[in-house]
């Protein structure tokens, strides 16, 4: 549990988790408190606060998922005719009861 404690330390308050740091604390990679009106980093800098929002999307693209699925399907359906080939070319080996029965 994170927790904040008053400079007199009488009450105990959970500290808010924030979603998104601002531009100035993003870039200098520090610990954004999250206030809108400006962070403690940027009043302490004197910049601007600014929030940029991403348009990036995380993930692969789309149809990335179907293309490999569909390249799997492919190599498994090669594989298979391969063993297949494999199986037919093998001759069967002499199974150890019949090589007993015609030793004796």
Do not use: H, W
């Amino acid at each position: 549990m994170l927790l904040d404690f008053n400079s007199n330390g009488n009450s105990q308050q959970k500290r808010s988790k924030i979603t998104k740091a601002c531009d100035n604390c993003r870039r200098r990679r520090v610990k954004c408190d999250g206030v809108p009106e400006g962070c403690g980093g940027c009043r302490a800098a004197k910049t601007q606060c600014v929030y940029t929002t991403s348009n990036t999307k995380r993930g692969p693209p789309k149809g990335y998922v179907e293309v490999i699925e569909d390249r799997l399907g492919k190599i498994e359906n090669m594989l298979a005719g391969i063993v297949r080939k494999k199986k037919k070319n093998v001759a069967p080996l002499p199974s150890s009861d019949n090589a007993s029965a015609s030793t004796s």
